[in-house]
């Protein structure tokens, strides 16, 4: 079945600085991969998606890149803010399964002052 | 305001006594689902629903129940709780679910079966 995995579990860095947020995806068959941050004790929040045709998003201030050779996923914060503190999960989503989003196992960004 | 309402949202219990977690959405979606998380292992989908009178198995639906007789419900029921169903649980929504991946989550609902 699909696994998705998050290649660090914890990410500090400087406020202003870029962040990185990495994940490795198993099925090549996923059609949506999303992304989303977790604040303590809050539900996940939807940041941004992209379709599995594609390779590069864009919303305010990140930016989702898709390579789909390597299977793999990752999410740019530009100018990394406190409020960007959080876990962040990535997700698959692939159709013909029933609609099924799969979860990685998430990375806790940390944002220094 | 739109929002996904669980209740409880803290519970302790005992091995083997039901109980129920409510789910609500206010955004009249087709799609509701409910995860359980745990430290480091992500969030598992334990059951979802298309729409209303239509539920299917996620990846981990031992030990609990679902129903779907109103769009805006989605009660999950353990009918006789143990202790490794103790967990961080949230249940989600989405108007359609096959565009895209996006969920509305609630607040989560933190249950200890002891």
């Known amino acids: 079945g699909e696994s998705v995995g998050l290649h660090l579990p914890t990410l500090s860095v400087q406020e202003g600085d870029n962040s990185i947020i990495n994940c490795a995806y198993s099925?090549?068959?996923?059609?949506?991969f999303i992304w989303y941050k977790q604040e303590s004790g809050k539900g996940p929040q939807f940041i941004i998606d992209?379709?599995?045709?594609?390779d590069k998003r864009q919303g305010q201030r990140v930016t989702v890149l898709l390579n789909k050779t390597v299977k793999h996923l990752s999410l740019q914060i530009a100018a990394t803010q406190p409020g960007d503190s959080a876990v962040y999960f990535c997700?698959?989503?692939?159709?013909?399964?029933?609609?099924?989003?799969?979860f990685g196992g998430g990375t806790r960004l940390m944002v220094k002052p | 305001e739109a929002q996904v309402t669980q209740n409880p949202r803290y519970l302790i219990t005992v091995t083997g006594k039901k109980l129920t977690v409510t789910c609500s959405q206010n955004?009249?979606?087709?799609?509701m689902s409910w995860y359980r998380q745990d430290p480091g292992l992500g969030l598992r989908q334990i059951y979802y629903?298309?729409?209303?009178?239509?539920?299917d198995k996620g990846d981990v639906p031992e030990g609990y129940k679902v129903s779907r007789k109103e769009k805006r419900n989605f009660p999950l029921i353990l009918e006789s709780p143990s202790p490794n169903q103790t967990s961080l649980y949230f249940c989600?929504?989405?108007?359609?679910?096959?565009?895209?991946?996006?969920?509305?989550f609630g607040e989560g609902s933190r249950l200890t079966v002891l």
């Open positions: 992209i379709r599995s045709n594609m």
């Open positions: 989600a929504s989405s108007p359609y679910l096959s565009n895209t991946g996006e969920l509305f």
């Open positions: 997700a698959a989503l692939t159709w013909n399964a029933g609609n099924m989003l799969t």
């Open positions: 629903s298309m729409n209303v009178e239509v539920t």
């Open positions: 955004m009249n979606h087709e799609y």
């Open positions: 099925n090549s068959a996923s059609d949506y």
